[in-house]
């Protein structure tokens, strides 16, 4: 347990740190006064399991810093507000946070859209912004002259890049897409195009699915008959599942 929490320990106190001094340049500050840190992340909904381990990751992590002092003599103070896997309510929640709040740094990112969607926030408010989950390419790759977005979660074009070169290793020679329709499924998108590209590869189709579908039959019969010998699929746990239920249904044996 100790070994797995050891970076979050580290980034945390760094994050924080190199945002408190910035601050303390411009304003001062009582040395009882918390350095307030922000979560913005799904705390209701179908990720509100994922919601609730950041906060136990960062929970532990602030408990231990202050348990040693604390940083720059300051305790940590966690503040969560609760984005319900929702791009308008998490830019409305990381807006609270830095702006009423005063954090000194915002992580969260369960969802791309919802990351998408705070990170021109970020870069206006010249908060930093540390993304811990999302895998969106442009997350980071934002084009901002002064980027205040970073990350520690994987990069959807390095993972697909992966996926495709295991799938090759495995025999895939038609693959067919089933991707969440939104931000994050369009990015995946983009990296599987670019790295069957590469190796010369074509796929058999491009299907969506949808947070809210119930039976994913139709698209998957689609890419069945195109030809598809292995799905490469991108989706949170509730249209995942169906997926592979609807799998079963049709009785098609397909590697995903």
């Avoid at 010369?200 to 119930?214: H, K, N, Q």
Wanted: aromatic fraction near 4%; glycine fraction near 10%.
């Amino acid at each position: 347990m100790r070994k797995l929490l050891s970076p979050l320990r580290r980034l945390l106190p760094c994050a924080a740190a190199v945002a408190s001094l910035g601050m303390a340049l411009s304003a001062p500050a009582h040395a009882e006064e918390p350095i307030k840190v922000g979560l913005v992340a799904a705390l209701s909904g179908q990720s509100a399991k994922s919601g609730e381990a950041l906060t136990r990751g960062l929970t532990v992590a602030i408990e231990e810093i202050n348990a040693n002092g604390g940083i720059l003599g300051r305790p940590v103070q966690l503040i969560r507000r609760d984005d319900e896997s929702n791009p308008a309510k998490g830019m409305l929640a990381a807006r609270e946070l830095a702006q009423r709040e005063k954090v000194t740094v915002l992580f969260g990112g369960l969802d791309t859209p919802v990351s998408l969607a705070i990170v021109p926030l970020a870069n206006q408010l010249k908060v930093p912004f540390m993304g811990v989950w999302a895998a969106g390419t442009k997350i980071t790759e934002n084009g901002a002259k002064d980027n205040y977005v970073f990350r520690v979660s994987a990069v959807d074009e390095l993972v697909d890049e992966a996926l495709v070169e295991y799938g090759t290793r495995q025999g895939m020679q038609k693959p067919g897409m089933i991707l969440i329709n939104n931000p994050w499924g369009e990015s995946n998108e983009i990296g599987f195009k670019h790295a069957l590209e590469k190796r010369g590869m074509t796929y058999a189709g491009i299907e969506r699915i949808e947070d809210s579908d119930l039976d994913v039959v139709p698209q998957l019969t689609r890419l069945k008959n195109a030809g598809t010998d292995t799905l490469l699929m991108v989706g949170n746990v509730g249209p995942s599942a169906q997926v592979v239920k609807s799998l079963d249904r049709m009785g098609w044996d397909v590697p995903v």
